[in-house]
């Protein structure tokens, strides 16, 4: 073992020392400032000892990478072909092809049909080694027959394939809001197709619990895991009706859940599922097998203003999933809100696995994470948390049955308005949309624009993305634009010297930004005349508590004489409040303000 020497001449540093140092910076705070609390209630603390009895657990083996899926969702068949050649020629290992209605569909999939699945298929060599995913829903269901139907024809052995087929009725029913049929009567049809596609000899899998539909209508971590154990254990149950013995059954079934930017909750929640599937195989009375465990980058915090953000986005989620121990993971092209992306935008979700692999390493170890104090104890945390859920689902009489009470749907919708609270209040900060945004931006080139989403029932568990508040009211601004020749205005009313109102202005240009309002800063003398030059109608006041109390109250009466139809203050009002209202303030600006509320009432002023 060698011993790394670079730290030896610095004192040895321990909890106290840190704890000390932290309380300097802190200057007079209270130390529980930096503890808080995740979506499911999971405290998380600013520092964790080694976990140094933690073990590995058992999940993709070390060393071999995990898969480079690339999603084939163009809705015209060539050029789907196009995409997947150029995708297996540059680094893929394997393809998704989504096809319409299916949970990956977001708005632009291709078509099931035979001559679709025959031109993408083109010069695609299936028993290649690579890796193939058939991801479809109720309206395509039938495109696991016609894939069957081309490997036959093709002269393929289908046990030499190395392909997924992903049935899952239950996350099609949280995502459309009803069954086709009762469950009792679905299940066998579903476990009837199984079956069928294991006659002809495909090794499968076939059923996958799916976690993208709890997860995409913004709920939580262990929301996401009770939901894929719940359903999991529907298959299981289901494939053993149908005379699948269970050892049988659990290896027809695998697993995918959503990645996020939230490193350390996404590895966890990975981790979390490899320990908890084990509990159900073993209360089977099955000895635990490494289940198949799928990623996909979060739909969720995609955004289309400043789209290039989400590479970083899906970078982080990427890496998080891979750490965490997915067998395969699929980055979405940082454009896919905007509609089906462009080769480029596909190439870089390509070549960000690619970097992980290649240059990075991070499949050389077997979970990597094993040991890390943090780590460990959010895992621990998560598993009994979503155990909680899944047990709660199970008593309600299991997944289907939890879905058609509403059950899943309504503890997701809690978790969903808080989210929604802290997104409008910047308390979750979305970089380039909420905060810093960009209001001269170039355009993103994509493929297509995405058609409108179908019409799903009242119980469905609505897919929602992060930003889309905030990007509503851009388009509003953009709309404006397109009227009046130049966007909606704000006048920065800065007050005092530079150091004493650089700060507030850079947060109101921020927020008012936000919302598309462009920020015109003014400083110097004669404030009411700027304004009057800016062309803006609101004013806000930028500087300092000290340079406020003397000189907030008759700027503002200055503003209001000049034509401002409101005039905000970015801080908080403290004693001054009355006066400062007096004189015509009316709005406050700071952290933890409905920054969307404030933005809808500007508009209405506008």
């Known amino acids: 073992m060698v011993e790394l020497t670079l730290a030896r001449t610095f004192a040895p540093a321990d909890e106290a020392a840190w704890k000390a140092l932290v309380e300097e910076a802190l200057k007079g705070a209270p130390f529980d400032t930096l503890r808080s609390k995740s979506y499911d209630g999971i405290p998380i603390e600013p520092l964790y000892r080694r976990a140094k009895q933690a073990e590995r657990i058992a999940g993709r083996a070390a060393g071999r990478p995990w898969s480079v899926m690339q999603r084939i969702d163009l809705p015209e068949a060539r050029a789907a072909n196009a995409q997947a050649l150029e995708d297996l020629s540059n680094g893929a290992s394997g393809l998704t092809f989504v096809f319409e209605g299916a949970v990956g569909d977001y708005g632009y999939a291709l078509p099931a049909t035979e001559a679709a699945i025959a031109q993408a298929l083109e010069s695609v060599y299936l028993d290649a080694g690579i890796a193939v995913e058939l991801d479809f829903g109720p309206p395509s269901r039938q495109a696991a027959k016609l894939m069957a139907d081309y490997v036959a024809a093709k002269s393929l052995k289908p046990s030499a394939l190395d392909m997924r087929f992903c049935f899952d009725p239950l996350g099609a029913r949280a995502m459309r809001g009803a069954f086709p049929m009762p469950w009792p009567e679905l299940a066998p049809v579903v476990t009837g197709l199984i079956g069928d596609l294991v006659a002809k000899g495909f090794a ?7 976690g993208r539909p709890v997860h995409a ?84 915090m995609m955004t289309k203003r400043d789209p290039h953000g989400n590479i970083v986005r899906g970078t982080i989620a990427a890496l998080a999933a891979a750490v965490g121990g997915a067998d395969a993971v699929t980055v ?63 008593k309600a009489g299991g997944a289907a049955q939890a879905l058609e009470s509403g059950l899943i749907q309504r503890v997701v919708a809690r978790v969903r308005a808080e989210r929604e609270t802290n997104v409008a209040t910047r308390k979750d900060a979305i970089i380039g949309t909420s905060d810093f945004p960009d209001l001269a931006e170039d355009k993103v080139a994509v493929f297509a624009s995405p058609r409108a989403e179908a019409a799903t029932g009242a119980t469905a568990l609505p ?55 462009e920020a015109v800063e003014g400083k110097g003398d004669n404030l009411a005349k700027r304004f009057a030059e800016s062309g803006a109608k609101l004013a806000c006041l930028c500087s300092s508590d000290k340079v406020y109390a003397s000189e907030a109250a008759p700027a503002a009466k200055a503003l209001i004489e000049a034509g401002a139809s409101r005039v905000y203050l970015a801080g908080k009002p403290g004693a001054n409040r009355d006066a ?13 303000c409905d920054t969307l509320a404030m933005l809808n009432a500007a508009y209405d002023e506008i």
């Not at 499968?204 to 799916?210: E, I, K, R």
């Not at 896919?336 to 070549?351: E, M, Q, S, V």
């Not at 690619?354 to 998560?382: F, Q, W």
């Open 463 to 517: 897919r929602m993305r992060l930003a889309e508040p905030f990007e509503r009211l851009r388009d509003r601004s953009d709309a404006y634009l397109a009227e009046h020749g130049t966007r909606p205005k704000v006048f920065l009313a800065c007050l005092g010297r530079a150091s004493d109102f650089t700060a507030r202005a850079s947060f109101a240009k921020s927020l008012f930004e936000a919302g598309g309002i």
């Open 217 to 300: 209508a913004g709920g939580s971590e262990a929301q996401e895991l009770g939901f894929v154990l719940a359903n999991a254990l529907a298959y299981l149950r289901a494939l053993e009706a149908h005379g699948f013995d269970l050892d049988a059954a659990r290896r027809l079934i695998f697993f995918r859940l959503a990645a996020d930017q939230d490193q350390l909750f996404t590895i966890a929640k990975f981790r979390s599922l490899r320990k908890l599937w084990p509990r159900i195989e073993e209360a089977c009375g099955l000895d635990p097998r490494p289940a198949f465990v799928a990623a996909e980058t979060a739909w969720r």
């Open 204 to 210: 499968g899998p076939f059923a996958v619990a799916d």
């Open 580 to 592: 400062l209202e007096k004189a015509g303030v009316s709005t406050f600006l700071h952290q933890g």
């Open 332 to 394: 979405l092209p940082f454009s896919a809100a905007l509609g089906a992306p462009d080769a480029f935008a596909r190439r870089i979700a390509r070549n960000t696995q690619t970097i992980l692999i290649e240059e990075s390493n991070l499949h050389r170890v077997a979970d990597p994470a094993a040991g890390s104090g943090a780590i460990e104890a959010l895992t621990e945390e998560l598993c009994r948390m979503a155990w909680w859920f899944f047990q709660r689902i199970e």
